[in-house]
Structures are given as structure tokens and as C-alpha cells.
């Protein structure tokens, strides 16, 4: 059995106080909502949530870290497929592209 230290609302009692909710979430608070005393759901603010990194600062991170192999200029529309594309789409799909 799992035991919740923080005390979890219902989703009523969170209806019926969302704007103080969110009042409290946004103060730094952590609420919880669900049903039976078990959370479902976390109220936080955005602040608290990780921050996404700027997609200008991805572009690059593999720098210097990818060689090439000889040759892989020739590879054929169906190598490029089967290596990065066979998981989830067929090949058919793939040459709609």
C-alpha cells in the first residue's frame, strides 16, 4: 500500500476551489487531485516545471561526434529506409515522403 504524505483533494473540492488552487500552485505549492485519497494529478506552477531547452542550442550538440563512413553518399533509398524508418511506417508510406 502507498502512502501519500501530502493530503490529496477531490476533484469536487478542486472544482469548486480552482481559482484559490491556483493561487496556491502558483505561491510554489504542490496540489494534488484525486479520488479515494490518491493522486491522480499534480497542480503546479510553470514555473516549477523543467525548462525545455532552446531548440538553436540542440542544433549542434552532436558536433564532432558523428563520422562518416566510406561510401555512404551511395546508399539506396531502401538503406535509409530500413535504418531509420522500418519501426513505424511502412515502405510504401516512406516513398510518399
Known amino acids: 500500500m502507498t502512502m501519500y504524505t501530502e493530503k490529496t ?3 469536487h473540492d478542486a ?3 480552482f481559482s484559490k488552487l491556483i493561487k496556491r500552485a502558483e505561491a510554489g505549492e504542490t496540489i ?3 479520488g ?3 493522486p491522480s494529478v499534480a497542480m503546479v506552477s510553470c514555473e516549477s516545471l ?3 531547452r532552446p531548440v ?3 542544433f549542434g550538440c552532436m558536433k564532432g561526434k ?3 563512413s566510406e561510401g555512404w553518399e551511395n546508399w539506396k533509398e531502401e538503406d535509409i529506409y530500413e535504418m531509420f524508418y522500418s519501426t513505424f511506417m511502412t515502405l510504401d508510406e516512406y516513398k510518399k515522403l
Open 9 to 11: 483533494l477531490s476533484i
Open 56 to 58: 538553436a542550442e540542440a
Open 36 to 38: 479515494y485519497g490518491k
Open 15 to 17: 472544482k469548486t476551489n
Open 32 to 34: 494534488y487531485i484525486g
Open 50 to 52: 523543467p525548462k525545455k
Open 66 to 68: 558523428i563520422k562518416y
